[in-house]
């Protein structure tokens, strides 16, 4: 009898705040990977949710914000673009163009699409206050501007 080879685990931590971001990690939950996902919003990091695990705990908050990182369970993590090659490498269906993006002259096209779209993110598809499902409605004031 044949065992099942066991699927490798990674962790995605993701702009829980980020319209984009969100439907992404939605679409990866729905897609038939080679691989078990984790999702981290980076609020849950930052607000102390969630403790840093090897591979993210030495990674500086500028770099952690501006960035998808996917870590596995060695602690190796591959951040931006390299994330995004990682996971659709996982993806049957999109792992050819895993492989076409790796590519020398390729592999910096993706780079520099990932920063564009990772630094304008908010401006080109919007921000929400969700994160993990769960959204926070704005304050209501009363007439004489205090919280009702």
């Known amino acids: 009898m044949k065992e099942k080879a066991q699927r490798i685990r990674l962790t995605v ?3 829980g705040e980020c319209n984009f ?3 992404t990690v939605d679409k990866l939950r729905r897609l038939p990977l080679r691989a078990e996902l984790q999702f981290v919003p980076l609020q849950q990091l930052l607000g102390g949710v969630m ?3 090897p591979g993210i705990d030495d990674v500086p908050l500028s770099e952690l914000s501006a960035q998808m990182h996917v870590t596995d369970e ?12 990682k996971l659709m490498s996982l993806t049957p269906g999109l792992s050819f163009f895993a492989t076409l993006g790796r590519l020398p002259g390729m ?3 993706v780079r520099t699409l990932y920063r564009l779209v990772a630094r304008y993110r908010y401006r080109l ?14 304050q209501r ?3 004489a501007g205090g919280k009702k």
């Open 51 to 53: 403790v840093p695990w």
């Open 107 to 109: 592999y910096g096209i």
């Open 13 to 15: 931590v993701y702009d």
């Open 74 to 85: 060695q602690g190796q993590r591959y951040s931006g673009a390299d994330g995004v090659l």
């Open 21 to 23: 971001c969100l439907a």
């Open 141 to 143: 004031t009363t007439s």
């Open 125 to 138: 598809f919007g921000r929400t206050s969700c994160s993990d499902g769960v959204c926070s409605l704005p």
